[in-house]
């Protein structure tokens, strides 16, 4: 009974722990290079985002704020400011991380901050800055800087100047900084660019964070990496250079596919999940920002971020619930089936029953999949979205 009783509050205080934050786009009709399937629900302004939102906080608990994009969310910027506050407000969701745009005005064709043209740098330069200032109006701590600049053809361009462009540019930015901000450097290993990526990978993204200044991190975006690359090794690292900044989860097959949270490994998220908590039970203070960035084209949107939801919840629970004490034993005394196995048993313990409970004592819905399949705000926002000639998406 003892037991039980304990395993239920190292599950509570695990799942109080836990909040994962949602991605504007996410909701929004998106695409592939192939083409586009638009769905009537899809959210059109950031007032339908934030509704949608709302009702994912609503039925998980775990989701306080939402990732904005600055184009596509703030298209007139700083003057955009008022109006997201508002709907702070209204739907009880706060403005998450900033992700400035650097990928899609035709002046970056060869490139954004590292283009070799001084005036082209110099705006996208500008659009970081006025990023920072959107991020310090809403009160959000994170600026999140993906950037897409690369060549595509060997001899093309200058690498090492690029380096040093960059260098000048994430300085800069970081000089604008407010106390408490922070700037985000995310890597991908090629595309949109596909013979060289300027931030290529975390070894980049965390020279170029430690370079910019002490309130720069490097951010993994789980699909940002080759087959085969131990994630969670990286993970430590960062970890232990006091590095890392946060996660864009997602899961995929081949490259960036922004498959659900855990479709296709989850065993590789448990393992990253495991990492954090280990050096959070040694006492290492981490402030480390989950984001989802997955924009589902097949999939329902609401089901799907109510799917990532749950499973992130799931297998962070499974990763808290492993035992640290016997698997650290079983470590030093080299006890490799043993040691395996405590990883495999946490791994493969059903700890729905524990999170229904949880949410019981929340009062949130026992199944929040089910509720937003059976609770009529999809059928909703078809009825209230369809029809309207603006099915268009963030990217367009
Ligand atoms: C780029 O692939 C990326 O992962 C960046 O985080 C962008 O902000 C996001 O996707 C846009 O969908
Ligand atoms: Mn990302």
Redesign the pocket.
């Known amino acids: 009974m003892c037991a039980e009783k304990n395993l239920q509050r190292q599950a509570f205080d695990a799942l109080d722990a836990f909040r994962i934050e949602i991605?504007s786009?996410g909701f929004a009709n998106?695409g592939t290079r192939f083409g586009k399937f638009v769905q009537a629900a899809a959210a059109s302004s950031i007032e339908e985002k934030f509704s949608d939102a709302s009702e994912i906080q609503r039925l998980t608990g775990a989701t306080p704020t939402m990732a904005l994009?600055v184009l596509w969310d703030l298209p007139h910027a700083l003057d955009d400011v008022e109006k997201v506050q508002a709907l702070e407000t209204e739907y009880g969701i706060r403005a998450g991380s900033i992700?400035p745009n650097l990928f899609q005005n035709q002046e970056y064709k060869f490139g954004s901050l590292c283009n070799p043209s001084a005036e082209v740098r110099a705006a996208a330069l500008e659009h970081m800055m006025v990023s920072v200032q959107i991020a310090g109006a809403l009160g959000s701590r994170d600026v999140?800087l993906?950037l897409?600049d690369g060549s595509n053809y060997p001899g093309t361009q200058n690498m090492r100047k690029r380096i040093g462009w960059l260098e000048e540019a994430l300085q800069q930015t970081h000089a604008a900084l407010a106390p408490g901000q922070r700037l985000l450097v995310?890597y991908?290993p090629f595309?949109p660019a596909f013979y060289h990526t300027d931030i290529a990978d975390w070894g980049m993204a965390l020279h170029l964070a430690q370079v910019a200044g002490p309130q720069a991190r490097v951010l993994v975006?789980t699909?940002?990496h080759y087959q085969g690359q131990n994630i969670e090794q990286l993970v430590a690292w960062l970890i232990h250079t006091g590095m890392l900044g946060g996660f864009?989860f997602n899961d995929r097959r081949y490259a960036?596919d922004?498959l659900t949270l855990g479709s296709i490994d989850p065993y590789q998220i448990f393992r990253i999940f495991h990492e954090i908590l280990l050096a959070e039970t040694e006492g290492k203070a981490l402030d480390v920002a989950f984001m989802i960035?997955q924009?589902h084209n097949l999939k329902g949107k609401m089901e799907a971020m109510v799917q990532t939801v749950c499973t992130a919840q799931e297998l962070w629970l499974k990763a808290a619930l492993v035992d640290h004490e016997l698997l650290a034993i079983r470590q030093e005394s080299c006890d490799l089936v043993g040691a395996e196995e405590e990883f495999r048993v946490a791994f493969w313990r059903d700890v729905r029953p524990l999170i229904a409970e949880w949410r019981l004592s929340k009062s949130l819905p026992e199944n929040p999949l089910e509720e937003i399949r059976t609770n009529g705000y999809v059928e909703r926002i078809t009825k209230e979205r369809a029809g309207r000639a603006s099915a268009v998406s963030s990217y367009a």
Do not use: I, L
């Open positions: 991605p786009w998106t994009h992700n999140s993906w897409p995310e991908k595309e975006d699909g940002h864009h960036d922004d960035d924009s």
